[in-house]
């Protein structure tokens, strides 16, 4: 098993610019998660979806949007890049079944935007 | 506000010393605490997990132990070794979490030098 995928590793955008970031999990998680990571903070919740079709608001959502057209894919979108999205991008899934909450997380996405 | 600070932010020792890692949280009601290693480029991924009832924890060399009275939380790592370098993450969950209630700290990186 891969676990949870992300694509791309690396991106640097100009402002004003979009871009699709996309998470993939081959375990069968009901939740998948999207969190960035900035120096000196803890990950910050962005979207996250509890099921294939469902999405909602995290903490930080503003300037994303999410998608979750199929169980094993979640979707981050950024329609009009800003330099404040500079970031890490991290995907997680979790199973509802989980009683402790356990995160699985992806490797990260570095994001730049000029 | 429910909060999970974490200290030192950083911290450097020799290979083979020990060394312990706190986290202070003010998260009410609470219902299970976790520590993750981060490792450079990478996701974080679990090392221990709490419930409020429980006041240690191992996984090999490392320790974790957990005061709920006083919401306090420790990391302990016992003979380090190089690749211990990472940042250690410590996170709270609220009971009956829904996706969003889980806090994660800032984290504290570890550096071990030979």
């Known amino acids: 098993n891969a676990g949870v995928t992300q694509t791309p590793k690396f991106r640097v955008l100009k402002t004003g610019q979009s871009m699709t970031l996309l998470c993939a999990q081959d375990m069968n998680h009901e939740y998948m998660y999207w969190y960035r990571q900035d120096p000196g903070m803890g990950l910050r919740l962005i979207h996250y979806s509890v099921g294939e079709g469902t999405t909602a608001k995290g903490e930080v959502p503003d300037g994303y949007n999410v998608s979750r057209l199929k169980k094993q894919n979640f979707l981050l979108g950024l329609e009009s890049a800003a330099p404040s999205q500079t970031s890490v991008y991290f995907c997680?899934?979790?199973?509802?079944?989980?009683?402790?909450?356990?995160?699985?997380f992806g490797p990260g996405t570095r994001l730049t935007v000029l | 506000k429910n909060q999970v600070e974490q200290s030192p932010q950083s911290l450097i020792i020799l290979e083979g010393k020990n060394c312990t890692l706190q986290c202070n949280y003010t998260v009410s009601p609470f219902s299970n605490l976790r520590w993750y290693k981060q490792d450079t480029g990478r996701g974080p991924v679990s090392l221990t997990i709490?419930?409020?009832?429980?006041n240690t924890k191992s996984n090999g060399r490392y320790t974790a132990t957990l005061d709920a009275d006083t919401k306090q939380s420790s990391l302990h790592i016992t003979a380090s070794q190089l690749s211990d370098s990472a940042s250690y993450i410590c996170?709270?969950?609220?009971?009956?979490?829904?996706?969003?209630?889980?806090?994660f700290g800032s984290g504290t990186r570890l550096s071990i030098r030979p």
């Open positions: 709490m419930t409020f009832s429980e």
């Open positions: 996170v709270v969950s609220l009971p009956y979490s829904s996706a969003s209630k889980i806090i």
């Open positions: 997680a899934s979790r199973s509802y079944e989980s009683s402790y909450n356990e995160q699985f």
